[in-house]
Structure formats: structure tokens, C-alpha cells
């Protein structure tokens, strides 16, 4: 019997095989789509009536749909139907569930951190809780995914939950809501009359979030300049970038242009409301994570002469989805143009219609990128991503934090922290003394993190190479040495990166009281590219310098 599948892709092909019966040329593209899906749907049907073991048809179709949209780009996706509650979250930013961050840890998933407001933190349940059990189920051996699809559902039902927590279980039910994730975590004034606005992605409403972010800070009376901050913001809705532009820009301006194989799907996007504040100084703070939409915002304003943009170089993606509706209720989303901002540039890095020889996509070469010039005549080019005006060198955690991090020690030691003190100071005063960080060296005095140092790394490659070459033996003693002289230094690196690791301790510890913005608020103070931000800010005869103006 044949699966309704198949039968679907027989009837297609034999439409498109009537098609292919008229005279037609090699070249013509008719006649190469026909073909060829005349000779996928015949190796999907001899398969399933020649293949050794019995084939999930789904599974199968999938499997080809996925690499064949894998070779075009990342961006170019097929969505069933069981993953359309995350394209909603990605697209609008809200889904139905009980908002809450889980983490696989061994055999079990745990709570790792509710969501302020929302079913889970209502509930009482709480970061470290571990999951037993969902309504009756045992979730011993489940992964992330499995919990994940069993926690999302229709808002307004309700689930239960056995968890243990400091070796004790409790019975929670909870009842989903459609959740919904601000997309704006935290806001207000920083430092020297300075606003800080944190927006984390383009969803549907951002920009009504940082229009009224920004008006409270203005209405303060205190507002002498606004810091944007887009780092690690993947993007999102392109209508949404342009409405942030608009705050600081007049209308009618062109942000960005989208062009594609179908000219009548062309369009320009302009600024159409009208401006809230065209005067005052603006930064914006973009990192390698800040991609799409944000780097809309950043290089149009970068283009308009309008913010000095601080931090590191941005992704790169200047490549437009949309979704297309297909049957049964999957979707794809397809790459259909790219963007060009104000400049004229597209700030595309990756071309993915060029592969090396081992079939990876390349970069696009230093000879291609062209000189663009902003609205005050600054150079600016294209290929690459957004170029800072201001450029910070990004922090980069040490070894021994990644290792504390990965082996959960950090959030282990704060889970135990947070039941035996009911309150902390708020967010903007709570420090980590050097009381609790020789608690914390204390509890993890027996546990087991291992880590490599970039020396060790070094010197494992030496004592390879030595012996290949035959030079081991002579320097064996010493290379003996320096190793034993790494493992006793290790000892003292919870004390040389002590600020680091107190910084990392305090940063979940605030998430524990005050969820995510009381960690965003309680970190500003170490942000080393903030603290630029805010000093160019506050010194005008540099702002305009940067800007030409």
C-alpha cells in the first residue's frame, strides 16, 4: 500500500511530468525542475519498496529536506508543524508555557532560571529545582527537548511537576500562560546623566519597549545622552529596527532596502513617525552576536552620523527571511533578499553561494569589500558586518571560570547561597565579599573541576612534536619541570582570577533575587565597554569628532 506521502509526490510528478513532454531547451529551467523531481520521487518510491528495513517516511523526508536547504545558507529552514511554537517565539517572542530556562544536569533536567512574573517563578519553582516527574511521568533520562515539548502547550492548561529541591520533594502544578519575553529586561539612568536601554531581540513590540524606555528616562529631567545596547542580540523583525532608527532620525528617511530575485518583491523601508529626539547624543554598543536587525540599527545610524557605535565588529547577516506557509502546517523559511542600509553597503560577511574545497562557505574577500561614505563623509564598507567608530576589546573569561561554569560549581554553590539568606541588597549595592568567595573556595575545595591553560595546551604540543622529531629525550627533564611548575600555579588561579570568578558568583546570585533585571543592573558597574560608552558620551567634543560633525 502506498503511504499518502508518497502518493502526494507521485501526483506532483506527474503533473510536472506533462510539463516536461514540451519541447524544451537544456537550459531551460522548467524543464531541469521537472526532471529532477521526477527522479527524486522515483528514488523515494523504489526505496520504500526495495529498502531492507521498513523506512519512517517523515523522518526520511525530512532528512532530504534539510540537507538540500543546508547547502543554500544557515538561514534558509523547514519548520514542521511540532516546531512552530519556537518560530513564534523567535518572530513574536512569546509562546505558551511556564517561562522558565532549563539545563540538562546528567540523567535529569533542571530548573536553571524562571522567568521573573511568569507560571514557573508563580508556582514557586525555583533555579536548581530538579524534575522527577510530569503529570505522573518519570523524566529520569529525559533530554532538554523531551522536558521542553512536554512544558510548553495551549495557555490556560495546567501541568504537574514532582521536583526535589535540597534533597526534599515537592508536588507543584502550575498552569500555562502565553508567554510573553520582554524584550527589553532593564533600563535607567547609569552615570553622568547617561541612559542605558538593554534590548535583547526584534520582536513584535520592541520598539514600543524602547519608545517608552526612552521617554521615562527623558521625562526624568537628567537625560544628557542614551546608550543602546544591542551585543548579543541575534535580530529579529525588520520593521521593528526600523522604528528604533525612527526615535533618533526625522521621518521619511531611508533605513534600509531589501533586494531579491523577484523585483516586485523589492521594498524600501522608510522612518514614517515622528522623530522623538533628533539632538541628543547616542551610542549604540554592538558585539560579534549582534546580527540582522541589530546591525540595521547600528549601521543605519552609523550611516546617518547619528550614534557613535561602541564595542567589537558585528556578525555579519545581511540576509532577509521570510516564512512561506506550506501544507499540512509546516512552514520554510526561506532566505528571499538582502538588506542595504543608508550608505548603500550590505553588510553581509559570508557568501554561501561560493564554497571552498572542503564545501564550506567563504567570507567575502578583502579585494570585494567597497568604500561607502556616511552622511558626513566617514568611510564605511561593505562584506563584513558594522565596523565600530569606537572599537573595545572584548573580555574573555579564564579557563578556570569555564570550568567552574561547565562543571556547575557556580550555580551549585548559589543554589545552597540562596536558601540560607533570604535577602540580599539590591541589585545595584549587592557585592560579592571576600567572606562569600572563600565560602565558595571552601565548597568547591573537594570537587572536581579540571581545566587546561593555554601554557599546558603549548606544552602538550612541545612534547608531541619533540617526539616526533626525536628531541624528547634530551629535553624530557625539563619540559618534566615546567609541567609540575604549571600544576602547583594552578593552585593559586582561583586567587589570580579572584575578580573574575566573584564577578560570575554575583551575576547568579542576583539572578536568584532579582531574576534577569536585577543581574543586568547589578553587572553594569564591570562593563568595561559601558564605561567607554558613557565617556564619550559625556565629553561632546569627542562625540562629534568621532562623527564629523
Do not use: W
Not at 576589546?393 to 561547565?406: G, H, K, M, R, T
Request: hydrophobic share 35%.
Amino acid at each position: 500500500m502506498i503511504k499518502k506521502t508518497l502518493l502526494i509526490a507521485l501526483i506532483l510528478t506527474v503533473g510536472l511530468s506533462a510539463t516536461a513532454q514540451q519541447p524544451q531547451t537544456a537550459n531551460d529551467k522548467s524543464f531541469e525542475i521537472s526532471k529532477n523531481l521526477e527522479i527524486f520521487a522515483e528514488v523515494y518510491k523504489k526505496l520504500h519498496l526495495n529498502y531492507v528495513d521498513d523506512l519512517e517516511s517523515g523522518k526520511l523526508m525530512k532528512t532530504a529536506i534539510d540537507a538540500m536547504l543546508g547547502s543554500l545558507d544557515p538561514y534558509t529552514n523547514y519548520i514542521p508543524e511540532s516546531d512552530i511554537e519556537d518560530v513564534k517565539l523567535q518572530i513574536y517572542g512569546q509562546y505558551g508555557g511556564i517561562g522558565s530556562v532549563v539545563s540538562q544536569r546528567g540523567d535529569y533536567v533542571v530548573i536553571s532560571e524562571p522567568y521573573d512574573g511568569l507560571p514557573a517563578a508563580k508556582a514557586g519553582l525555583k533555579a536548581g529545582d530538579k524534575i522527577l516527574e510530569i503529570n505522573g511521568e518519570s523524566a529520569k533520562g529525559k533530554t532538554v527537548s523531551d522536558v521542553s515539548s512536554v512544558l510548553r502547550g495551549q495557555a490556560g492548561t495546567s501541568l504537574t511537576m514532582k521536583i526535589e529541591r535540597q534533597g526534599k520533594n515537592h508536588d507543584i502544578k502550575i498552569t500555562r500562560e502565553e508567554i510573553k519575553l520582554k524584550p527589553v529586561p532593564y533600563y535607567g539612568i547609569v552615570n553622568n546623566g547617561i541612559g542605558y536601554i538593554k534590548l535583547n531581540e526584534f520582536t513584535q513590540k520592541s520598539s514600543d519597549e524602547v519608545i517608552a524606555a526612552f521617554n521615562s528616562l527623558k521625562n526624568s529631567g537628567k537625560l544628557k545622552g542614551v546608550v543602546l545596547d544591542l551585543r548579543g542580540n541575534g535580530g529579529g523583525l525588520l520593521n521593528e529596527a526600523v522604528d528604533i532608527v525612527n526615535i533618533f532620525v526625522n521621518p521619511g528617511e531611508l533605513v534600509v532596502q531589501t533586494k531579491g530575485k523577484v523585483a516586485e518583491k523589492n521594498t524600501k523601508h522608510y522612518t514614517r513617525k515622528a522623530v522623538l529626539d533628533k539632538d541628543i547624543p547616542v551610542a549604540v554598543l554592538i558585539d560579534g552576536y549582534s546580527a540582522s536587525a541589530s546591525e540595521i540599527v547600528a549601521g543605519s545610524l552609523q550611516d546617518f552620523d547619528r550614534a557613535v557605535i561602541i564595542g567589537s565588529r558585528s556578525y555579519g547577516k545581511g540576509l532577509v527571511q521570510n516564512i512561506v506557509e506550506l501544507s499540512y502546517n509546516s512552514q520554510m523559511k526561506v532566505t528571499v533578499s538582502k538588506y542595504f542600509i543608508p550608505s548603500g553597503r550590505c553588510i553581509q560577511a559570508i557568501d554561501y553561494s561560493h564554497r571552498d574545497e572542503n564545501g564550506r562557505a567563504v567570507k567575502v574577500p578583502d579585494s570585494l569589500k567597497t568604500a561607502f561614505k556616511t552622511r558626513h563623509g566617514r568611510t564605511v564598507y561593505d562584506g563584513f558586518g558594522i565596523e565600530p567608530d569606537v572599537e573595545v576589546e572584548p573580555d574573555y573569561i579564564s579557563n578556570i571560570s569555564v570550568a567552574l561554569l561547565q562543571k556547575n560549581l557556580i550555580f551549585d554553590f548559589v543554589t545552597d547561597y540562596y536558601y540560607k539568606h533570604k535577602t540580599i541588597l539590591p541589585a545595584s549595592q549587592f557585592r560579592v565579599t571576600d567572606e562569600i568567595y572563600n565560602d565558595f573556595k571552601q565548597y568547591i575545595a573537594n570537587k572536581e573541576y579540571e581545566y587546561s591553560t593555554n601554557t599546558e595546551k603549548t606544552l602538550k604540543l612541545l612534547r608531541e612534536t619533540a617526539q616526533e622529531e626525536k628531541y624528547l629525550t634530551a629535553i624530557e627533564s625539563e619540559l618534566a619541570d615546567l609541567e609540575k611548575k604549571l600544576q602547583s600555579d594552578k593552585l593559586v588561579d582561583l586567587d589570580k582570577n579572584k575578580d573574575e570568578v566573584k564577578q560570575l558568583i554575583e551575576a547568579e546570585i542576583l539572578t536568584r533575587y532579582y531574576y534577569e533585571k536585577g543581574r543586568t543592573e547589578g553587572m553594569l558597574k564591570y562593563d568595561t565597554v559601558l564605561t567607554k560608552a558613557v565617556e564619550v558620551l559625556s565629553n561632546p567634543s569627542q562625540y562629534n569628532s568621532i562623527l564629523k560633525k
